[in-house]
């Protein structure tokens, strides 16, 4: 029964498969795969705006989207309509082409990054053996497609912010990929699908999931802020701080290009989420081995659900960084950190089984941690603010 | 360390977010078609015209008198006078608007049409919700659209109201006690007595 409820996706393509013309076979089963893709991660994506903005809201001592449809659950078809009746306006001066092709290439990368995420036993649509070479080498394209927008709409503030996008992400990928070649020295392989299984064992009642370790866990840490400021989400949010650059890359787009831009973020977010979750969180496994009966593409979406909560909560917490302060923090402490963590795992992979090694790890991690620490935060002043002529 | 201020945020915010469950009072939102804040007294936006009485066109305490209309800035009010008389209040035959406009999207609720009437006819009211879907004829009033009786204005302005009507009961006690000593010292016909002037206060 509860092998049957963790296969029922997998047994239903099979059948779809088996039932159709032998001709059109080897197309159809990637083919449910995509449709089941999309069609789930953009209902997320739905859920999410509207999550997010209510918990936001409630973050603020608001009370959030509360009108449309019961608790305001059906603003995204609302703010659906909305944007596809909204005039697309493209700029006089503006690249056509390149305009276009912005949103709808973010859109298609961010979907394709989907392809190599074990979203549950057996539930992947394409087993690479370089699975996460793939996914890097893919999400990479975001990041043109931010600057083809910026440069095509030929605006000011559309340009500061592609520019601050690069920059920020070109940063940001260089720990984002070393703190999971940690995972990949671990486990021998780049393949997503055997890097979850790997995590898969238990012992005694808890799972063998990287986060539980000490370079795992600082690993992980590190994944999440990188992924953070690679999906530009608070406090990362320079290419598009509406305060100082009005909306950065996407000021000239409207209508429905805008709310693509909007649908490819989300989704580059789920997917850098989904990824930290099969590096990290031990992909579909269940936390405990008396829960492994439940199925296990729900214990993905739960991690994914708990990473997007996380998500909202530091976007509710931070204030924005400054352009300084986000380089600063990329280079003087995440990379350093993540060396470091480089070497914690080579030690790791190379002692003894036991007490010994958890110690020696977990002091590398810390001190580390406090040193680059107390070095990044030397030169800082805090202290309240003095307003000498507001008084 | 570093992130102890983050870690304190986070907090923070789980605070407020739960906390906004918890207790209404942290919700700060008044939900407006549901929910209302309680006007203020002082509050005003547009001209109306009072009346006393039950119907409107007989109690109206206009005498078109057309000071608020010379008086009006931004010239948004338009008086006919009408041909005939009726009497007022104090049994007086006064004129009447036969026409009485205020165009309220030019109105800038001043109420110095308000501070010129000697006739306490002229008032502002509280009424906010003003949409139309005809933005010249349905911003436009008319004579019926104005008039508003005077327990309306007693409801929106309570004190104001309270001391504008001691005032008229107090000329209308003046007018009468002069109107009597009158018909008691002369007993000639009431229309060649003098008229009673006390409608215009200082």
Redesign the interface.
């Known amino acids: 029964m509860g092998e049957t409820a963790d296969q029922i996706f997998v047994i239903l393509q099979h059948w779809i498969v088996a039932h159709a013309p032998g001709i059109l076979q080897p197309i159809l089963a990637p083919l449910l795969g995509v449709i089941a893709i999309i069609g789930v991660f953009a209902l997320l994506f739905a859920v999410t705006t509207v999550l997010e903005r209510k918990?936001l809201g409630?973050?603020?001592?608001?009370?959030g989207p509360n009108r449309v449809g019961p608790f305001g659950l059906l603003q995204p078809i609302a703010d659906g309509i909305k944007s596809v009746t909204k005039e697309d306006i493209v700029p006089q001066a503006a690249d056509k082409v390149v305009h276009l092709l912005a949103p709808v290439s973010l859109v298609l990368a961010a979907f394709s990054l989907f392809a190599v995420l074990p979203v549950g036993r057996n539930m992947v649509l394409a087993n690479l053996d370089a699975g996460v070479v793939f996914f890097f080498a893919v999400s990479s394209v975001t990041e043109i497609t931010i600057f083809m927008a910026g440069w095509s709409s030929r605006n000011k503030y559309s340009l500061l912010g592609a520019m601050r996008a690069i920059a920020q992400m070109v940063s940001y990928e260089v720990p984002l990929i070393l703190a999971s070649v940690t995972v990949i020295m671990a486990t021998g392989s780049l393949s997503t699908v055997a890097i979850v299984e790997k995590q898969a064992g238990y012992t005694g009642i808890f799972p063998h999931w990287f986060v539980f370790t000490p370079w795992g866990f600082a690993g992980f840490i590190l994944y999440m802020i990188a992924a953070t400021a690679e999906s530009n989400r608070s406090p990362f949010d320079l290419p598009e701080g509406e305060s100082e650059i009005i909306a950065g890359y996407f000021v000239e787009y409207s209508g429905f290009k805008f709310a693509l831009f909007f649908l490819g973020e989300y989704l580059g977010m789920f997917a850098i989420s989904g990824l930290g979750i099969t590096l990290f969180l031990g992909g579909w496994s269940a936390p405990f081995s008396f829960l492994t009966w439940v199925p296990s593409y729900l214990w993905f979406v739960g991690k994914l659900l708990f990473l997007i909560v996380m998500f909202i909560?530091?976007r509710?917490?931070?204030p924005r960084l400054r352009m300084d302060q986000l380089m600063n923090f990329a280079w003087k402490?995440m990379l350093p950190m993540a060396l470091i963590n480089l070497i914690t795992v080579g030690i790791w992979h190379f002692m003894q089984q036991g007490i010994l090694r958890w110690l020696i790890c977990s002091v590398i991690v810390i001190a580390s941690?406090?040193l680059?620490?107390?070095g990044?935060?030397q030169g800082w002043k805090l202290e309240k603010r003095i307003y000498r002529f507001a008084e | 360390?570093?992130?102890e201020g983050?870690a304190k945020?986070?907090v923070?915010?789980?605070r407020?977010?739960f906390?906004?469950?918890v207790s209404k009072d942290?919700?700060?939102?008044v939900?407006y078609p549901e929910e209302r804040l309680p006007q203020i007294e002082a509050t005003r936006d547009f001209p109306f015209l009072v009346y006393d009485g039950d119907d409107w066109q007989a109690g109206m305490r206009c005498v078109a008198c057309q000071i608020c209309e010379k008086e009006c800035p931004p010239k948004c009010i338009y008086i006919e006078k009408s041909k005939d008389k009726k009497p007022d209040a104090l049994g007086k035959p006064q004129f009447y608007p036969a026409v009485f406009n205020i165009d309220i999207s030019v109105c800038m609720s001043c109420q110095i049409c308000v501070e010129v009437c000697p006739f306490e006819a002229i008032k502002m009211d509280t009424e906010f919700e003003l949409s139309t879907d005809n933005r010249f004829s349905g911003l436009l009033w008319n004579k019926e659209k104005l008039s508003k009786s005077n327990e309306h204005y007693n409801k929106i302005h309570p004190t104001e109201a309270a001391e504008v009507d001691a005032r008229l009961a107090e000329d209308k006690a003046k007018a009468e006690a002069k109107a009597k000593a009158a018909s008691e010292s002369k007993p000639t016909p009431p229309t060649s007595a003098p008229a009673p002037t006390g409608a215009v206060h200082g």
């Open positions: 918990g409630r973050i603020q001592n608001r009370y909560w530091v509710g917490t931070l402490f941690y406090v680059l620490g107390r990044l935060t | 360390m570093l992130g983050i945020g986070l923070e915010t789980a407020n977010f906390g906004s469950y942290r919700l700060t939102t939900q």
